[in-house]
């Protein structure tokens, strides 16, 4: 009973911290690694040990698992080499260094001990990095180097710890051995993740029931890892792998509402593991320094030690990612030139490598009969807590006084209107094709429903001033249209004259068609307050590159629409011969036609803090 408190009052807790973070803008991890501290410190609190078998086999799998399916494994291969110089080069060189560094300060603790803590302390966290970097809006490089140098260093972590205490115990070191170690570890971690995606993959192809391919999902990490680790490879890599894998061909072996129930279903426990695991870092602090009180060194060789471990692993971070500045670059493009990142997304690349729970469990993996042991506990803490709270405060200030480019919303909505466009050209060109016999209008449903679809889409791009889009007229009328629906049947729902099963049945229609109702106001206003344009596509054309940017007047209006009485949404111009007119969302669709009229290809939009241009040929925006 006293334990099933404990976790309500812990989730309960958690979820407290992560609502004030949210109002105060202060990153959730950090405050709850703070507030866990202090509850630590109350007399009414419980002392809560991390035990390693809780975390490496309960927390971690989860938590790769999470991370790796919503990771693109495009990106990921894309960046491979800043992931791997990461992911293994600097966790083994964060090991050597502190490693010497803890042998140097901590009498009587051995090579091999130093060694094993200065693997514990080298992987940065696979949560707390890119929780921090999304909220502080980071560049999605760099978001995306992190989180997947948090996949993997936790597999070079432990193995290079689970070496070196080898090492201690048999007092002796093999070279042949320990090369082996690293490939059965990698490779055997590979294999059982292949495997492990194959037969889901297969398995998945059979099951159209969302439920039973949810549950299924939830088993994949902890069989990913606990087979990797019988055969003596590494879990990580095995669940990683394996989430990769599934995370990328989704769209083929799942349902859609397979996919839906999966991503919200993940995403509610990855939350929840997230914050907690902040939380229990904190909580370690009053019973790490009962024990240090008991050590036979003194505090300010204690003190010390701690911060000067710290402070290593910081340096000698940013030593390696400027060091390993050019191997971190990009491949070489058409033109035979590395293309090398800013020194400012190096840094930030340098300045996030905060560590968490993983290091903490790790520790406690050190033998019970260790010298010092609980002194290379508070070191432990100190990396951890250290980084969270200095790093993780800092990040958001040297990512302003940088001017680091943050994701830019207005390329997003020019991207996804874009991508949409493609996706209904080659639908339209798919439903030519179709042979049919419609004698009730509903291809036309069906085009006019992907044109709606598309207009919401470039709505978005929308920065005129108190002036509401269609979209967003339609979607504040059906919502209040909906609640309205709503009301009535749980009217009568209350009367007891329908089903149950029946009254369910249509509030979950309800429930979908309002999931599905366009609300961008959020992200149309904050596209209003980005002027500068980028190429947001991967691809060009040869109408594009005729008509470059053109310095445009504002204030411009459609005669077209003056003329015929009606009220145009936002304006374009042709490039070609300088016609202003209205854009698709607007009820006469002006722009388009004079494209059909004269065919000229490139239009530019003359909305304020808008340069984009659009080929009506080739469906390309830039």
């Given at each position: ?11 309960v807790?958690?979820l ?14 950090l405050?709850?690694?703070?507030a ?13 040990h ?20 919503t990771?693109?494994?495009?990106d990921f ?18 090991t ?12 009587g ?57 080898g ?26 993740g ?23 999902s939830?088993?994949?990490?902890f ?9 003596h ?55 790490l ?21 710290l ?51 790790a ?11 609980e002194?290379?506990?508070?070191i ?14 800092t ?26 466009q ?5 639908a339209?060109?798919e439903?030519d ?29 929308g ?25 009535r ?29 366009d ?16 190429w ?34 936002a ?7 300088g ?19 004269t ?24």
């Open positions: 009973m006293e334990i099933a408190f404990l976790l309500v009052a812990l989730a807790g958690v407290a911290g992560v609502t004030v973070a949210g109002r105060i803008g202060v990153p959730a991890p405050l709850l690694v703070v866990g501290v202090a509850a630590s410190f109350l007399p009414f609190v419980p002392q809560v991390l035990e390693p078998e809780v975390v490496l086999f309960g927390l971690l799998p989860p938590l790769l698992y999470s991370t790796s399916i990771s693109s494994l495009v291969n894309a960046n491979r080499r800043s992931i791997l110089l990461l992911s293994v080069g600097l966790v083994l060189f964060t050597a260094g502190v490693g010497w560094l803890v042998h140097e300060m901590v009498p603790v051995s090579w091999p001990v130093a060694f094993a803590l200065g693997a514990v302390v080298a992987p940065p966290d696979a949560v707390a990095a890119t929780a921090v970097g999304r909220k502080v809006g980071l560049p999605r490089r760099v978001v995306t180097i992190l989180e997947g140098e948090s996949l993997f260093n936790d597999a070079t972590a432990l193995v290079a710890l689970r070496t070196a205490l090492v201690s115990i048999a007092g002796h070191i093999n070279g042949w051995e320990v090369g082996w170690d690293f490939a059965r570890a990698a490779g055997g971690g590979v294999l059982v292949l495997v492990g995606f194959m037969l889901v993959g297969w398995l998945r192809k059979r099951i159209s029931d969302p439920v039973l391919d949810v549950g299924l939830f088993v994949i990490p069989a990913c890892f606990l087979a990797a680790e019988e055969i490879a590494s879990g990580v890599v095995a669940v990683v792998v394996a989430g990769l894998l599934l995370g990328h061909k989704a769209p083929i072996l799942q349902t859609a509402q397979s996919r839906i129930a999966e991503r919200i279903n993940w995403r509610t426990i990855a939350f929840l593991l997230e914050n907690t695991v902040f939380a229990l870092i904190g909580l370690q602090a009053q019973w320094y009962q024990d240090l009180a008991d050590s036979d060194m003194s505090w300010s060789r204690i003190v010390a030690v701690c911060l000067l471990t402070v290593a692993v910081i340096a000698l971070r940013m030593i390696w990612v400027f060091v390993a500045r050019y191997a971190l670059a990009r491949p070489i493009d058409e033109a035979g030139n590395r293309l090398v990142p800013p020194r400012s997304f190096t840094f930030l690349l340098g300045w996030s490598g905060m560590r968490g729970v993983v290091t903490l469990a520790a406690f993996l050190i033998p019970d009969d260790t010298a010092d042991r002194v290379l506990f508070a432990a803490f100190t990396v951890v807590a250290g980084t969270l709270l200095i790093q993780g405060l990040l958001p200030w040297f990512a302003r006084v940088l001017k680091v480019p943050a994701p830019d919303p207005l390329d997003d909505a020019l991207a996804r209107a874009t991508l949409l493609q996706a209904s050209k080659a339209i060109q439903l094709k179709i042979e049919y016999d419609d004698q009730t209008g509903v291809c036309d449903l069906i085009r006019q429903r992907l044109d709606q679809r598309n207009f919401a889409a470039w709505e978005r791009l920065t005129t001033a108190d002036q509401e889009s269609p979209a967003a007229l339609y979607y504040r009328i059906r919502m209040q249209m909906i609640n309205a629906e709503r009301s049947i749980l009217e009568i729902r209350r009367s007891g004259t329908i089903a149950s099963e029946v009254i369910a049945d249509v509030l979950a229609m309800l429930d979908v068609e309002e999931s599905m109702l609300s961008a106001e959020q992200e149309r206003d904050e596209a209003a307050s980005y002027a500068r344009r980028r947001t596509t991967g691809e060009t054309c040869d109408d594009l590159l005729a008509y470059p940017v053109a310095d445009l007047p504002r204030g411009e209006y459609c005669q077209a629409c003056l003329d015929a009485g009606t009220q145009w949404v304006l374009r111009r042709c490039l070609e011969c016609n202003v007119a209205c854009c698709d969302s607007s009820p006469l669709q002006h722009a388009t036609a004079h494209f059909h009229d065919t000229h290809p490139v239009m530019q939009s003359v909305e304020p803090g808008e340069d984009w241009r659009w080929c009506y040929i080739h469906h390309l925006t830039a």
